[in-house]
């Protein structure tokens, strides 16, 4: 048989699946579906659309692998010069769940430089094991020394279940260890949660700029991997009463990937708040007229605590660096609160926000398609509405 | 200074809509695009093909229509283009198409030497960021993603290397990285250029090298749904946002009542 194939006696024609169909790849001939293979891309999408279970595609052969080797849910604890960044928390909790639910352990993978002190706290945010090592080569993340020691770690003791946050740092040192190891990667997931049946990891994940969500399995082969994106999970309370085993591990110097080295980092953030770890992002667009307006973005994300944002038109216009660009050719971010002031919201820019969890649109024009999005909209000059909206905060924060 | 560009063609997101009532993408008038970010690995490329000589050589893997996409590429200046196209890759995921992508650039490689490959970030439908990695990692090439900017060349050094800068969460980092080498790129690096209209009559009679399967030889149980280690479950649209509440009253009285409405989430 080929790789899908529609089950004649099965099909009525009805054409569901030809709709479903993302790259057009379905027409109905004498009232039955027929498939073009040069198109087809096995999305499965018409899988899923008809009704009549008449759409069959081949499923994969198990590999040879015995996989009940396989135990445990580690979280790669991404660190900036020294401290685990905040996502990390995230998915030590979700983490905790999963291997509550698989009756397993949660390990932490550390590395770094001098980044001991750090791992008491991933044992409070709910690690049971805390593999450290600990070297003045790795000091600054390199995509191919990490990867290395990493893949060494899963080789030793074989994980079933991998995760690490959706960074640059996170995606770029993900997709390297999936290929070195032959496993699945799930990119930038919004949900996990164990199968209950078949104790398989099933990762939920937004595609075609989160107009579609898709779920995905990797039933074959181990370790399950997937990044997480930021702010969607509620992070791990520290218990400071938590016990846990820090298990220490060596780096060979001889192992360092000479062929690349890092220079210098340089800070350029406008807010000392980044985007995609902030809580509430203020975002600034092109409605704000000049460069030197963003001032008032800046004092009301201030007010909150917030970091700045923009839309691409502030940016392509160089009114503010590319770093803070949120939509499609910038940040997908996804705050608790997003405010959206002068920003119309065409969809380039929706693709990258709509996932927030609240969001608020200050705009002059009350047809701007951004009303659409958001749960809270103030029609008015937005010279006139920040600045009230930014004292009136303060008076209420401060009460 | 030889370098390949991997371009993917697809569906222009800012068109994607969901029909609410068979929760199916409505892909009628959706048109096919190269990739948004891949149109700064295109641009990044000429420019260094340019400044420094050698060749640019634009390949993607798809189906026959993604032909299109690498004639667009054509247009604004790569001098050739590969399309790897089998009914046998197709349903790769990522670990499968970094794999059938490095077989073409190790073959491209044999044929006349590769010094750099260059990727777009990510490609707009899936949003992965994965492919480009994958592909240095099955080469064994050093990386450097999200690169913003190419500070410096030294193609008569040796080893030949490059200064890049990267585009991190917090700002930026140098790295120096051995070529040859993958870079992914992001959309601040430069501003691409429109195709002249001597650049669209030459992409249209160009010729465009197809490679199957049979070309590049890779074990079937490597590729295609088969060699894929993710699988989609199901596709499904997310849940739909109601309009909230717009206050358009005068300013002093909108601020008041939204203030009302979310001072107990602050």
């Given at each position: 048989m080929s790789k899908i194939q529609i089950i004649k006696d099965k099909c009525t024609g009805c054409g569901l699946c030809l709709k479903a169909c993302p790259v057009d790849a379905i027409t109905i001939v004498s009232k039955k579906a027929v498939i073009d293979l040069d198109k087809c891309t096995l999305c499965k999408a018409c899988l899923e659309s008809c009704k009549f279970d008449a759409i069959e595609v081949k499923e994969q052969t198990k590999k040879g692998k015995d996989l009940s080797d396989y135990k445990g849910v580690w979280v790669f604890a991404e660190n900036s010069n020294g401290i685990v960044v905040p996502v990390v928390f995230e998915l030590l909790n979700k983490a905790r769940q999963l291997a509550d639910e698989l009756d397993t352990e949660v390990s932490a993978i550390l590395l770094g430089h001098k980044v001991e002190s750090e791992a008491g706290k991933l044992i409070q945010r709910g690690a049971d094991k805390v593999y450290l090592v600990d070297s003045k080569d790795l000091g600054h993340y390199i995509s191919e020394n990490y990867t290395a020691k990493i893949v060494d770690l899963i080789k030793k003791y074989k994980p079933e279940i991998l995760l690490a946050g959706a960074t640059t740092t996170g995606r770029s040192l993900a997709a390297r260890i999936a290929v070195k190891c032959y496993t699945g990667l799930t990119a930038d997931c919004t949900g996990l949660e164990i199968d209950k049946d078949k104790k398989i990891l099933i990762q939920t994940r937004p595609a075609f700029g989160g107009n579609i969500m898709a779920q995905i399995i990797s039933p074959n082969f181990r370790p399950q991997m997937a990044t997480v994106r930021h702010k969607v999970m509620p992070e791990a309370k520290p218990d400071t009463a938590r016990k846990g085993e820090i298990i220490k591990e060596p780096f060979d110097s001889n192992d360092i990937d000479s062929r690349i080295k890092f220079l210098d980092f340089v800070k350029e953030a406008v807010s000392t708040i980044n985007l995609a770890e902030a809580d509430i992002i203020v975002s600034g667009g092109r409605g704000l007229g000049s460069p030197e307006n963003f001032k008032?973005?800046?004092?009301?994300?201030?007010?909150?605590?917030?970091?700045?944002?923009?839309?691409?038109?502030?940016?392509?216009?160089?009114?503010?660096?590319?770093?803070?660009?949120?939509?499609?050719?910038?940040?997908?971010?996804?705050?608790?609160?997003?405010?959206?002031?002068?920003?119309?919201?065409?969809?380039?820019?929706?693709?990258?926000?709509?996932?927030?969890?609240?969001?608020?649109?200050?705009?002059?024009?009350?047809?701007?398609?951004?009303?659409?999005?958001?749960?809270?909209?103030?029609?008015?000059?937005?010279?006139?509405?920040?600045?009230?909206?930014?004292?009136?905060?303060?008076?209420?924060?401060?009460? | 200074m030889n370098i390949v560009v991997c371009i993917k063609q697809v569906p222009d997101t800012t068109e994607v809509k969901v029909n609410p009532e068979t929760n199916t993408l409505i892909r009628e008038g959706v048109d096919a695009i190269v990739n948004p970010f891949d149109t700064y690995a295109i641009e990044e490329a000429v420019r260094l093909r340019d400044k420094f000589g050698g060749?640019?050589?634009?390949?993607?893997?798809?189906?026959?229509?993604?032909?299109?996409?690498?004639?667009?590429?054509?247009?604004?200046?790569?001098?050739?283009?590969?399309?790897?196209?089998?009914?046998?890759?197709?349903?790769?995921?990522?670990?499968?198409?970094?794999?059938?992508?490095?077989?073409?650039?190790?073959?491209?490689?044999?044929?006349?030497?590769?010094?750099?490959?260059?990727?777009?970030?990510?490609?707009?439908?899936?949003?992965?960021?994965?492919?480009?990695?994958?592909?240095?990692?099955?080469?064994?090439?050093?990386?450097?993603?999200?690169?913003?900017?190419?500070?410096?060349?030294?193609?008569?050094?040796?080893?030949?290397?490059?200064?890049?800068?990267?585009?991190?969460?917090?700002?930026?980092?140098?790295?120096?990285?051995?070529?040859?080498?993958?870079?992914?790129?992001?959309?601040?690096?430069?501003?691409?250029?429109?195709?002249?209209?001597?650049?669209?009559m030459k992409a249209r009679s160009a010729e465009i090298v197809v490679w199957k399967n049979s070309d590049l030889a890779i074990k079937e149980n490597e590729i295609g749904l088969e060699g894929s280690p993710t699988q989609v479950v199901k596709i499904f649209s997310p849940p739909k946002k109601e309009g909230g509440k717009v206050f358009q009253g005068e300013p002093e009285d909108a601020v008041d009542e939204l203030v009302e409405e979310i001072k107990d989430i602050l």
């Open positions: 008032i973005i800046e004092e009301l994300a201030e007010t909150l605590d917030a970091a700045v944002g923009s839309s691409r038109a502030c940016v392509d216009a160089g009114w503010i660096p590319y770093s803070h660009q949120v939509g499609q050719t910038g940040r997908t971010v996804c705050p608790k609160i997003y405010i959206a002031c002068g920003i119309s919201g065409q969809i380039q820019h929706l693709v990258g926000m709509q996932s927030s969890d609240l969001i608020i649109a200050i705009n002059k024009d009350p047809e701007a398609p951004i009303f659409k999005v958001a749960d809270y909209g103030i029609v008015g000059d937005l010279f006139k509405v920040i600045p009230l909206f930014a004292k009136k905060l303060k008076e209420t924060l401060n009460r | 060749k640019v050589t634009v390949m993607t893997m798809g189906p026959p229509q993604a032909e299109a996409a690498l004639r667009q590429a054509l247009s604004v200046g790569a001098d050739s283009a590969i399309l790897i196209s089998d009914r046998a890759f197709a349903g790769s995921d990522t670990w499968s198409t970094s794999l059938i992508l490095s077989k073409a650039l190790e073959k491209i490689k044999e044929a006349e030497g590769v010094d750099l490959v260059i990727c777009g970030k990510q490609a707009s439908d899936g949003d992965t960021a994965q492919v480009g990695p994958g592909i240095a990692t099955h080469l064994d090439l050093p990386q450097a993603t999200y690169v913003r900017r190419i500070d410096t060349v030294h193609l008569d050094s040796s080893p030949k290397i490059i200064v890049v800068e990267r585009l991190v969460e917090e700002g930026y980092e140098m790295i120096e990285v051995q070529l040859p080498a993958l870079i992914t790129v992001v959309k601040e690096i430069n501003e691409p250029r429109m195709p002249s209209l001597r650049g669209k």
